[in-house]
């Protein structure tokens, strides 16, 4: 209040005859939309919540926002439904979500594909470390090197993998240029040395069936795609993306494990919402992101699919966000990789 109100000289009467006439004048709509914002965000939700998962329905994001909606409505007490919004690596369905309103009523299951997709589609129109709020990580998804073994006999680690691969010329496949797997690979050739020329497909499966006929010898891949053929034995795991993959493949080493130090790659996805969302409608979601994600029943659902449990607070996921576009934003331009 402005200090000439505030003064003992002036008398009572005019005092409380001014404060009516500015509450008159529009001080009751600006104190009430601070009420009522408040409010708002103590009472959420009082609908219905959309879940935004920006890849087709029946893969791994999808298969992994579905199990997530559905324990989560029952932690909110409202419906969240999934709605599929595919294209170019995840950039139409995210690009969905920032321009939805900041309400709290519609939040994405952001996948690693659209972290990548601002980095090798060169009219994407979205920056990931800041067109959006961070709400919590909630799964890592493992990745597999594995091969043909009727395109590559007697190769059965990464050590042999290698030396075919100097020895004679070897394709290997990905869901697609620019793909997490596509970038990972090229990773791997320049710590390892060795050439291999890329075949791009549009996903996983036509690329996977490509390799099972024989016309691609190698591929990195997430394990949801993978595990029905390595468990079938017509294709052969030879190395993960990370040590904590062994959990569904305690056979295989890692990469890292194999003498590449350093080298740790998960595809991994997370809770995200438009910028402005209120900060209680976060602190909410992440609040029961971190408890729904340690349930012993949560983690099991999860494994069933081919992913693991990762929660991460807001803060942590923002840094790690930023720190795998940088990363791979280095390998993309290291090899001119672009869309």
Same mark, same amino acid.
């Given at each position: 209040?402005?200090?000439?109100?505030?003064?003992?000289?002036?008398?009572?009467?005019?005092?409380?005859?001014? +404060?009516k006439?500015?509450?008159?004048?529009?001080?009751? =709509?600006?104190?009430?939309?601070?009420?009522?914002?408040?409010?708002?965000?103590?009472?959420?939700?009082?609908?219905?919540?959309?879940?935004?998962? /920006? #890849?087709?329905? &029946?893969?791994?994001?999808?298969?992994?926002?579905?199990?997530?909606a559905?324990?989560?409505?029952?932690?909110?007490?409202?419906?969240?439904? $999934?709605?599929?919004?595919?294209? /170019?690596?995840?950039?139409?369905?995210?690009?969905?979500? !920032?321009?939805?309103?900041?309400?709290?009523?519609?939040? @994405?299951? #952001?996948?690693?594909?659209?972290?990548?997709? =601002?980095?090798?589609?060169? *009219?994407n129109?979205?920056?990931?470390?800041?067109?959006?709020?961070?709400?919590?990580?909630?799964?890592?998804?493992p990745?597999?090197?594995?091969? *043909? =073994?009727?395109v590559l006999?007697? $190769?059965?680690?990464?050590?042999?993998?290698?030396?075919?691969?100097?020895?004679?010329?070897?394709?290997?496949?990905?869901?697609?240029?620019?793909?997490?797997?596509?970038?990972?690979?090229?990773?791997?050739?320049?710590?390892?040395?060795?050439?291999?020329?890329?075949?791009?497909?549009?996903?996983?499966?036509?690329?996977?069936?490509?390799?099972l006929?024989?016309?691609?010898?190698?591929? #990195?891949?997430?394990?949801?795609?993978?595990?029905?053929?390595?468990?079938?034995?017509?294709l052969?795991?030879? /190395?993960?993306?990370?040590?904590?993959?062994?959990?569904?493949?305690?056979?295989?080493? @890692?990469?890292?494990?194999?003498?590449?130090?350093g080298?740790?790659?998960?595809?991994? @996805?997370?809770? !995200?919402?438009? *910028?402005?969302?209120?900060? &209680?409608?976060?602190?909410?979601?992440?609040?029961?992101?971190?408890? !729904? +994600?340690?349930?012993?029943?949560t983690?099991?659902?999860?494994?069933?699919?081919?992913?693991?449990?990762?929660?991460?607070?807001?803060?942590?996921?923002?840094?790690?966000? /930023?720190?795998? #576009?940088?990363?791979?934003?280095?390998?993309?331009?290291?090899?001119?990789?672009? !869309?």
């Amino acid at each position: 209040m402005n200090e000439h109100l505030t003064r003992e000289t002036e008398p009572a009467a005019p005092r409380r005859l001014l +404060l009516k006439s500015c509450l008159a004048a529009g001080a009751t =709509p600006w104190l009430a939309s601070l009420s009522g914002g408040a409010n708002a965000a103590s009472r959420w939700p009082e609908k219905t919540v959309r879940m935004v998962v /920006a #890849f087709p329905a &029946g893969g791994p994001t999808d298969a992994t926002a579905r199990l997530i909606a559905q324990t989560l409505a029952g932690a909110l007490g409202q419906p969240v439904i $999934v709605d599929n919004r595919p294209g /170019a690596s995840g950039s139409i369905g995210t690009t969905s979500l !920032i321009k939805s309103a900041p309400d709290g009523y519609t939040v @994405s299951m #952001f996948g690693m594909p659209a972290l990548v997709a =601002p980095i090798v589609y060169r *009219n994407n129109q979205y920056d990931v470390r800041k067109d959006f709020t961070c709400v919590a990580s909630v799964y890592d998804l493992p990745l597999v090197l594995m091969i *043909n =073994p009727l395109v590559l006999p007697g $190769v059965n680690d990464l050590k042999g993998f290698i030396a075919a691969a100097k020895a004679q010329p070897v394709n290997y496949s990905t869901a697609g240029s620019g793909s997490i797997g596509h970038l990972a690979m090229e990773q791997l050739k320049d710590m390892g040395g060795f050439p291999m020329q890329h075949v791009g497909y549009k996903g996983s499966a036509p690329a996977i069936t490509d390799l099972l006929g024989g016309q691609i010898g190698a591929m #990195f891949v997430d394990l949801v795609a993978a595990m029905p053929h390595i468990r079938s034995g017509r294709l052969k795991a030879l /190395a993960l993306g990370s040590a904590d993959a062994r959990t569904f493949l305690p056979e295989v080493p @890692s990469i890292a494990q194999q003498g590449f130090a350093g080298f740790n790659v998960s595809s991994w @996805s997370g809770l !995200i919402v438009p *910028n402005g969302t209120p900060a &209680g409608v976060v602190t909410r979601l992440d609040s029961e992101l971190r408890r !729904i +994600l340690a349930e012993a029943d949560t983690k099991r659902g999860l494994e069933n699919i081919g992913a693991l449990s990762a929660y991460q607070p807001p803060e942590v996921m923002k840094r790690r966000m /930023a720190s795998e #576009f940088e990363r791979w934003n280095k390998v993309a331009s290291e090899k001119d990789i672009s !869309i």
